[in-house]
């Protein structure tokens, strides 16, 4: 960890923050979804619900369904609405939701969406956003969590994180913040897609225990004596 005052090498300072937070956190296990078509069903199969929930609605749909498009296209309105009572508000809506997901997955060449894993990545973001919740963000995270991106990519728990560390700054926009951060921390970056979705789970994880939007824990931070944010405190 380095010493209060003194100022890392710029090159090495975010894998120094990377491998403190996997000191801390611990590393990241795998996630349950394995391909595109399926992250867009944890992205959607719960709203406003932490990981807990949202894995047991997860696994409820792959126990009563199915987590494939053909599967959920045939399921009937009673087996998904069972399972999106377990994700949160407006079950009804995601019901709507997941098949509409699952008539766009059947117009693709995959309906797994594993075909876009090998497309120029403009062309894959723009397939991926065609779903329901999936934006420019979401869509570089598929991308990046099943191999296929060697960039960063960020939800909202780790870019808050990032910034607060002194990578970009607010913007007036979520997006010209995400823009913002990912362009200061572009320099420091591997390209390495394995070790950059290690650094997008650990920043989320950290963003949702101690640098949470409210109350953050900053005495409890490793990273505290190199973050701007909790200097300011």
């Not at 710029?10 to 078509?37: M, Q, S, T, Y």
């Not at 060449?109 to 973001?125: G, I, N, Y």
Request: glycine content about 6%.
């Amino acid at each position: 960890m380095a010493s209060p005052g003194k100022r890392p090498d710029a090159r090495g300072r975010f894998r120094a923050i990377v491998a403190d937070l996997e000191r801390l956190h611990g590393r990241p296990k795998p996630p349950l979804p394995r391909n595109p078509f399926q992250w867009i069903l944890w992205e959607n199969v719960a709203y406003l619900l932490d990981d807990a929930h949202r894995e047991l609605a997860y696994r409820a749909l792959e126990k009563r369904v199915g987590l494939t498009a053909d599967r959920i296209a045939r399921a009937s309105a009673k087996s998904l609405r069972e399972v999106t009572a377990l994700g949160g508000m407006h079950p009804e809506q995601r019901v709507d939701r997941l098949r509409e997901i699952a008539e766009l997955a059947l117009a693709e060449d995959a309906p797994d969406l594993s075909h876009v894993l090998d497309l120029p990545t403009a062309q894959a973001r723009r397939i991926l956003k065609k779903f329901p919740s999936i934006g420019a963000p979401g869509a570089d995270r598929i991308l990046l969590l099943c191999g296929a991106l060697s960039e960063l990519a960020l939800e909202s728990n780790g870019l808050r994180v990032a910034v607060r560390l002194g990578y970009g700054e607010e913007g007036s926009s979520y997006a010209a913040t995400y823009r913002s951060a990912l362009a200061a921390l572009a320099p420091e970056l591997p390209a390495d897609a394995a070790w950059l979705a290690r650094a997008h789970h650990l920043l989320r994880t950290h963003g949702r225990t101690l640098c949470r939007r409210s109350a953050p824990d900053c005495d409890a931070c490793p990273l505290a004596d190199r973050c701007p944010f909790a200097r300011a405190r």
